[in-house]
């Protein structure tokens, strides 16, 4: 029997917030606790504002032999020989500058969600990495969980007919009365409010189920928003947003909001012969429902499955075996969150954003 070839792929990381510290946990967990045989991730190079930082990072997270290289900056993560791709976990207004910078000096680049602050960003950071022939993907690390892999592959089926709406919903009190302006999620220079921090969530179910839908024809859905704001800084704290998809005749109903608690079931996605009903939390679910009607469209749920998945860690290593297979078979992005669904996803915040009448701050979008 052949053996299959161990690639052991090394990540440089920027930043060492929240999210850069659940990712490489998550990244040097065994991989076979989650059947992945034929990767393993290391981090070789951290890269923080701060070196104190950036050791104390090393010194928690990583087993170091001392072979993990500490910069106190973000530069010299870019330009170290001994790391292939770069997970970039700053705050949203930094994306495309730490993106860019990555992608200049030839590494592979994995970007938190949202990958940039409006589309035309998203779109020159695609242009400069197919000429510099590296990879790039937005962190959308639910998309390439258990749960949605197998809901996609339950909506391709068809079993429960044509989707006909998706509800969709994250919350997240984040205490805003109480926590300083300066807080990313406050602040508008940092990309502050719901829509860009907790709207690709929702917005994920619906791409699954509707655009992704094979009748769709990958054709874009319109978009119709409102927007409440924050008097402390101005940002939206609570965000609706609304696709239809023509050629599908169906709708997404979708929001997102900064002061109120998730929602027990967090996603719902309708057909005519059932729902799928995705439990909190809607970015890593570990459940979900089926559920089947007597006759289509009558609502009589004549038989309900649960499906369970364990998931060993936090769920954000998924999306790392992803950047590292497709690097390894030379691919400039991914066919399951690839940069259409990024660019789509942008385009609709930025409409959302338009309708809702509300501006990030003068300089802060680096090309518009
Ligand atoms: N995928 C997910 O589940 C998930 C969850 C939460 C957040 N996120 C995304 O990850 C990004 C960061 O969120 P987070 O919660 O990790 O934030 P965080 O805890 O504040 O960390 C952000 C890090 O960025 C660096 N940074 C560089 N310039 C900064 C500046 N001007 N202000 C603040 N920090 C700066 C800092 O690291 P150094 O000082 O070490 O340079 C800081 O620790 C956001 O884009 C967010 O949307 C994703």
Redesign the pocket.
């Given at each position: 029997m052949a053996t299959q070839k161990l690639l052991i792929f090394r990540w440089g990381i920027?930043?060492?917030?929240?999210?850069?510290?659940?990712?490489v946990k998550d990244i040097l967990l065994d991989p076979k606790t989650r059947g992945v045989e034929d990767i393993v991730h290391k981090v070789t190079a951290?890269?923080?504002?701060?070196i104190d930082?950036?050791s104390s990072?090393v010194d928690k997270l990583i087993n170091a032999d001392g072979s993990v290289k500490i910069y106190g900056n973000?530069a010299e993560v870019y330009n170290d020989p001994n790391v292939d791709a770069v997970y970039?976990?700053?705050?949203?207004?930094?994306?495309y500058l730490?993106a860019s910078d990555a992608i200049k000096s030839g590494k592979h680049v994995l970007v938190?969600?949202?990958a940039t602050t409006n589309t035309q960003e998203f779109r020159s950071l695609v242009t400069l990495a197919k000429q510099h022939g590296v990879f790039l993907m937005e962190?959308?690390?639910?998309r390439f969980q258990p749960v949605a892999r197998a809901v996609k592959q339950n909506i391709d089926l068809g079993v429960l007919g044509a989707p006909v709406m998706v509800h969709a919903d994250l919350s997240g009190d984040f205490d805003i009365e109480n926590i300083p302006l300066?807080?990313?999620?406050l602040?508008p220079?940092?990309?502050g409010g719901a829509i860009?921090?907790l709207g690709?969530y929702p917005l994920v179910w619906a791409i699954i189920t509707l655009y992704e839908h094979p009748e769709n024809n990958r054709s874009k859905p319109t978009v119709s928003a409102s927007m409440v704001k924050t008097p402390l800084t101005g940002v939206d704290r609570s965000t609706c947003f609304t696709l239809n998809f023509s050629e599908l005749a169906a709708q997404a109903q979708l929001s997102c909001n900064i002061n109120i608690p998730p929602c027990s079931i967090s996603a719902t996605l309708r057909f005519r012969n059932g729902n799928i009903l995705i439990p909190a939390p809607i970015?890593?679910p570990r459940w979900y429902i089926v559920q089947h009607f007597d006759k289509p469209g009558s609502g009589k749920v004549q038989r309900e499955e649960t499906i369970h998945f364990e998931i060993f860690g936090?769920?954000?290593h998924f999306q790392a075996d992803e950047v590292a297979r497709c690097v390894c078979e030379g691919r400039l992005e991914s066919s399951v969150w690839g940069h259409e669904k990024t660019l789509l996803e942008m385009e609709i915040f930025d409409e959302v954003h338009r309708q809702g009448e509300y501006r990030l701050p003068e300089g802060v979008e680096q090309v518009i």
């Open positions: 920027i930043s060492t917030g929240a999210i850069s510290t659940a990712f951290v890269g923080s504002r701060s930082s950036a990072f973000y970039i976990g700053t705050p949203h207004t930094l994306h730490n938190e969600k949202p962190a959308m690390w639910t300066t807080h990313r999620i602040d220079n940092l990309g860009l921090d690709p970015y890593c936090g769920g954000w």
